[in-house]
């Protein structure tokens, strides 16, 4: 006794090392500790879950049996989650000992989850039995989740969840890609007694139960003259499972010449993998044989097989595991071993194992998971962060909708009632998909362009902290019961450019730093708040205009779609005379979209304020009745090729919504007059602002890089986010507007236009078209997405070196920026290209990632250039380098005196006085 003893303390410590990768928990448990039946450590889940109230039961079973851990019965679900490496095989295991069954208490069923794949409906009937539940798997990630849920009655609860990684292949199915292995039994034939083998006999520590248990219809119909034999000798178990020696030094003989079982397998029919462990260990003697058949009544032909194990294994006391790697089983199991008649030896069987394939099912799209943690991990711990497991799976969190695509995708967050994570430009293409019937464009974006909708959820209280939400860049506050100040964190959060907070109740004074931001601003309906300064109600009409139409845009592309083609066929019939209200007798639109002559005479004051020359004529400021201050474009010439181009850019143009979109306020066509009325963009064309008389006036670099990322996404949104996609035909510095705020809008889009009228435009206009045009597009007259691109490389080429695209002066023989620039940074020499009046002031990294971008995008073939969205990612590539290493430029920019200018001419609403001369169309 005291040798056995002293033997096991030494082998213990030697064990224990072999098993550090074991994970045992002790659900509900109250302390770690080694378990010193096993040497096994066991944790406590205090620190691994939330949730759930520990519940102490007096069990005569091991110590993880002394309570368990109950979870609300409220339809969520409570999760583990256990670290595994990918691809590694793994025994997962949960056990439920009810122990206790309060009187008039209904014993608990629910349902329990290896991440979104549906383990088993665990129905507690007994309450002291140790139900087990093995699942053995290849792990997907780089954790597995255990999830309780649904339950049906009673509370879901677990008492130990273990995790034991396998060895090399052992149990590698061909289906493990797909498919879980959820254990049905696991049985020790001939055991000497009713307890399990497992850990340390077993070093995968597998359960192995015992024949001799005697439980509900478990191996009963036992056939007469069945017997237990064992042996101490060895054996050698070195096939593919590893059966514990233990396991394969006992078995059952049939002595009377046959062997028969019948057992029920939980969760059958099902397609199962099935082993039997088979070792000769009795001495047969030279005129003695052992041969026998395995019969099952559904599998045909299973008879005919003859099994003499030490033939079999080549030797005595050595494994041989006949198995089947899918095979159907019903519910009810019952097989028999069979001895042949020339064999002088009954049947004998050593182990059996059966578990049955389950699909996995796949869990949510690993990207909107990212983003969802990260949004959570900005958050304070709060009821909605602490929801465990898949997003979406088995049941979704509270504050997400997914979609029932696999894998899942998430669609809609709401934390306090709506709360949507998604991008602007992201609804807005879901919006445009509508016609295509696929939400696939959906997709979750990093937390730069996360938009809070918390409006309309009767809100009351001071505003919530949501500071941590530092990637906040659209929050919707507005109709709640709101009360107090506007907090202090608004106008700190980094990467906020709307704030909307109508009808509420807040009051006193707006910051002084939040009125001087860059961003979109709404504070009507809150009597009490108190402005600085006098605040015209009209900036709302000016900017507002980009994210809310988004929501109809489906629609409205639908309806243009079919306009189209009304309008390709009607344009022969059209005259000269013809009204835009006529053109859109069907639309809807109609009426705010017609503007008279008269209406327009009055506005631009009989066309006094000349601010510019567009492509087709010239361009005047006014400002409507309502004092929405527009740009109005005249049509110089209007012959039938000029109808044409009218009636295509209305019918475009007015549809077409999007922040980075100049957008089309009206039209007029009156007296062989075609006007055309669009949104005032305060400060001009990017042109002036590079190369022009506002020259002066000095972007920096990260100004420039927003200004690219802007116009980019506009040009995405036309290629991409519309069906049919849209080709600008005219990307070029002059055609991208800047806002008062310095954000840039693209304008001349949806334009028809022949090439030769391009050239003869050269000439005339300072930032020419020349520069921009795509060589392929000049060489085989095939208008592509790519043509667009080649011109916004172009552009980014301008905005690096503060260069003409086209100059003879500047470039000599080379004559274009195109050349200029790709000799020079294919030598490496990016800061030669660089704009001097930058004087160095750009982050090198920053510069390159758009000097690559740029190069590419002028790549002589289309097919090398990349797609706007590509570029984009490029651009916002470069502010996040750039921002990372200057903090401080992007509040300079900010508070530089240009910037100040633009506020005070926001809020005064008169540009007669503004610094700026306004120059766009
Ligand atoms: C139990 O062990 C775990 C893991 O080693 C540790 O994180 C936890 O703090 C321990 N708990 C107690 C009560 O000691
Ligand atoms: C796993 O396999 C390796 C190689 O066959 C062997 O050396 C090792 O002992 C095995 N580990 C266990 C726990 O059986
Ligand atoms: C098993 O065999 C069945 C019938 O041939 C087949 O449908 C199934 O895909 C196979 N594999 C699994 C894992 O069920
Ligand atoms: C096998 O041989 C032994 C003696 O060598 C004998 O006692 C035994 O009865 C024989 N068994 C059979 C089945 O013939
Ligand atoms: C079978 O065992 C014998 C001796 O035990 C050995 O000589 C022979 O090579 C083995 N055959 C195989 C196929 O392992
Ligand atoms: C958080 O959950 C607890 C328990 O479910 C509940 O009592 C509490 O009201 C919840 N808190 C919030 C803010 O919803
Ligand atoms: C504010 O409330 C008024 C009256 O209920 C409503 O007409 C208006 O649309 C609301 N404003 C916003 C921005 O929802």
Redesign the pocket.
């Known amino acids: 006794m005291i040798q056995l003893s002293f033997f096991l303390v030494l082998i213990l410590p030697f064990v224990a090392c072999q098993v550090t990768e074991f994970v045992s928990i002790d659900c509900g448990g109250r302390s770690n500790y080694t378990d010193p039946n096993t040497g096994l450590k066991w944790i406590s889940d205090a620190g691994l879950v939330r949730h759930g109230k520990v519940v102490e039961v007096a069990s005569p079973n091991g110590l993880q049996y002394q309570s368990r851990r109950d979870f609300p019965a409220d339809g969520k679900k409570y999760c583990y989650t256990l670290s595994t490496i990918e691809r590694r095989r793994y025994l997962v295991r949960a056990t439920f000992q009810y122990a206790k069954s309060d009187s008039g208490d209904s014993f608990p069923k629910f349902q329990l989850y290896l991440d979104a794949t549906m383990w088993s409906t665990i129905t507690i009937q007994d309450s002291a039995r140790i139900y087990i539940e093995e699942m053995i798997i290849r792990a997907p990630s780089s954790s597995v989740n255990v999830c309780l849920c649904c339950a049906l009655t009673g509370s879901p609860f677990i008492s130990s969840l273990e995790l034991r990684p396998l060895n090399l292949s052992m149990y590698a199915t061909d289906y493990e890609d797909d498919f879980f292995l959820k254990v049905g039994a696991r049985i020790n034939f001939g055991a000497s007694s009713k307890d399990v083998v497992r850990y340390p006999d077993d070093p995968y520590d597998r359960i192995w139960s015992s024949d001799q248990e005697k439980r509900q219809n478990y191996l009963v119909g036992v056939a007469p003259g069945t017997e237990s034999i064992s042996t101490s000798q060895n054996i050698d178990t070195r096939a593919r499972e590893y059966p514990p020696l233990k396991v394969m030094q006992t078995a059952a003989v049939g002595t009377k010449g046959w062997l028969s079982y019948r057992l029920d397998l939980e969760g059958f029919p099902a397609n199962a993998r099935a082993y039997a462990y088979l070792a000769e260990i009795e001495d047969l003697g030279n005129n003695e044989t052992r041969k026998f058949t395995m019969q099952h009544p559904h599998v045909p032909g299973s008879g005919n097989v003859i099994i003499n194990i030490a033939e079999n294994a080549n030797g005595s006391y050595t494994l041989y595991e006949p198995s089947y790697m899918n095979i159907s089983l019903d519910f009810v199991f019952s097989f028999s071993l069979v001895k042949t008649w020339d064999s002088t030896r009954g049947p004998l069987l050593n182990a059996i194992e059966i578990s049955k394939y389950v699909q996995t099912i796949p869990k949510t799209d690993s990207k909107d998971t990212t983003a969802l943690k990260a949004l959570r991990s900005k958050s304070q711990p709060s009821n909605w962060t602490s929801e465990e497991g898949d997003p979406c799976k088995p049941i979704s969190w509270e504050w997400v909708a997914c979609s029932s695509k696999m894998p899942p995708r998430i669609t809609k967050i709401s934390s306090f009632k709506c709360l949507n994570f998604i991008s602007s430009e992201h609804i807005v293409e879901r919006g445009c998909n509508v016609n295509q019937g696929s939400g696939d464009k959906t997709t979750l974006t990093a937390e730069r362009y996360c938009i809070l909708w918390l409006?309309?959820n009767s809100l009351t209280g001071p505003i919530p902290d949501l500071s941590s939400l530092t990637g906040l860049t659209i929050l919707h506050l507005?109709?709640n019961k709101l009360t107090g100040p506007l907090p202090s964190y608004l106008s700190n959060l980094p990467s906020l450019q709307e704030l909307?907070v109508?009808?509420n109740s807040l009051s006193g004074a707006i910051d002084q730093e939040l009125l001087a931001r860059k961003m979109i601003f709404?504070y009507?309906?809150n009597p009490d708040l108190k402005p600085i300064r006098q605040r015209k109600t009209n900036f709302q009409l000016t900017i507002g205009i980009s994210i809310g139409a988004c929501v109809l845009l489906g629609l409205f592309l639908l309806a243009s779609l079919l306009l189209l083609n009304i309008l390709q066929r009607k344009q022969s019939h059209l005259n000269n005379n013809k009204k835009c209200s006529g053109i859109f007798s069907d639309d809807d639109l109609e009426g705010s979209f017609h503007i008279t002559l008269s209406e327009l005479e009055e506005a631009t004051e009989n066309f006094s304020k000349k601010i510019g020359k567009g492509s087709f004529g010239p361009v005047y400021y006014g400002k409507m009745k309502d004092g929405q201050e527009v740009a109005v474009k005249i049509l110089a010439d209007a012959s039938n090729h000029g109808a044409h181009q009218f009636v295509n850019e209305v019918a475009l143009l007015s549809r077409i919504h999007h922040k980075n979109l100049v957008h089309l306020i009206g039209c007029c066509e009156e007296a062989h007059q075609r006007i055309l009325v669009y949104e005032y963009m305060h400060n001009g064309t990017l042109c002036d602002f590079i190369h022009g008389s506002l020259n002066q006036e000095h972007l920096d670099w990260i100004s420039r890089l927003s200004i690219a990322e802007d116009a980019a996404k506009g040009l995405e949104y036309l290629h991409s986010g519309c069906n049919p996609s849209i080709i600008h035909r005219d990307v070029k510095t002059s055609n991208i507007l800047l806002d008062v705020n310095m954000r840039a809008k693209v304008s001349d889009f949806g334009l028809s236009k022949q090439t030769d009228e391009n050239l003869t435009h050269v000439s005339s206009v300072a930032c020419g078209t020349l520069g921009y045009l795509d060589p392929e597009y000049y060489g085989n007259q095939q208008l592509t997405e790519k043509s667009d691109v080649y011109s916004f490389g172009v552009v980014l080429l301008e905005l690096i070196s503060g260069r003409k695209p086209f100059s003879l002066e500047e470039y000599g023989a080379e004559w274009s920026i195109v050349h200029w620039a790709r000799s020079l940074i294919r030598k490496g020499d990016v800061t030669s290209v660089a704009d001097p009046s930058l004087a160095g002031n750009f982050k090198i990294e920053s510069l390159w990632r758009i000097a690559e971008v740029a190069i590419l995008s002028i790549e002589p073939h289309g097919v090398s250039r990349p797609k706007m969205q590509e570029i984009v990612l490029a651009i916002q590539d470069a502010i996040k380098i750039e921002k990372s290493s200057f903090r401080r430029s992007t509040k300079s920019s900010a508070t530089n005196p240009h910037m100040k200018s633009i506020s005070i001419d926001l809020e005064s609403s008169d540009v007669s006085n503004g610094c700026i001369i306004p120059s766009a169309r």
């Open positions: 409006d309309g507005e109709n909307y109508q009808n709404d009507d309906g």
